[in-house]
């Protein structure tokens, strides 16, 4: 079965180029999260979306950081201007509807030179 | 962003000892906990769950404890094997947050053959 697919799974680019990084959740999951892993730590929370309520967007670092949900499923997330602090690994999930339990793509790894 | 921590503390043990990782929360409203098991170059995978209005949960070869008192989580691996090898997050959840998962810092489990 399909689980939650990211794209691309590795993305490089220079320092003040704009990136889009996207995710496909699984089929009926309604709510989506992004997640930021920088090499060696934590996962950290950058924006959450519950079906259509508004998104949570309190994790986003800097408003260079927006994402959006189309339709309920596909999400992209937006970098602009990267920054070489901006580099680390991107995280997607998603969760079926009064779930927690959340399911998570492989990542992209994103390198701002 | 929230919950990121410094560099992920390391546990080792020996295979077929058993292994023990802790968690600290700070949210006292959190109703719900998780433990997720990262392998390298992959995106968490959900190993076992928790409700506050319980204290201990099994799984197969894996054991989650609650203190609600403490505000303190563990996961206890039976016969630790060298396929455990991998970074293990708790996380929490509380309808106080919009219901968004909060990951704790990680700790890196090594299992020596």
């Known amino acids: 079965g399909a689980g939650v697919s990211q794209s691309p799974s590795n993305k490089v680019t220079e320092k003040g180029k704009d990136v889009e990084l996207r995710c496909d959740p699984i089929s009926g999951h309604t709510a989506l999260y992004w997640y930021r892993q920088s090499l060696g730590q934590g996962l950290e929370f950058l924006i959450y979306f519950q079906g259509n309520s508004a998104p949570d967007k309190s994790g986003l670092p800097s408003d260079r950081f927006s994402a959006e949900r189309t339709g309920g499923s596909v999400s992209t997330l937006t970098i602009q201007r990267t920054q070489q602090e901006d580099s680390a690994v991107y995280l997607c999930a998603s969760s079926l509807p009064q779930s927690e339990k959340l399911f998570f793509g492989s990542g992209t790894q994103l390198s701002v030179l | ?113």
């Open chain 2, 1 to 113: 962003g929230e919950s990121v921590g410094l560099h992920l503390p390391t546990l080792s043990v020996q295979e077929g000892d058993n292994s023990i990782i802790n968690c600290a929360y700070s949210n006292s409203a959190s109703d719900y906990f998780i433990w997720y098991k990262q392998e390298s170059g992959k995106g968490p995978q959900f190993i076992i769950d928790i409700r506050s209005n319980m204290d201990k949960r099994q799984g197969q070869r894996v054991t989650v404890l609650l203190n609600k008192t403490v505000k303190h989580l563990s996961l206890q691996i039976a016969a630790t094997q060298p396929g455990d090898s991998a970074v293990y997050f708790c996380a929490e959840n509380s309808k106080t947050s919009y219901d968004k998962v909060i990951f704790g810092p990680g700790t890196s489990l090594s299992v020596i053959p």
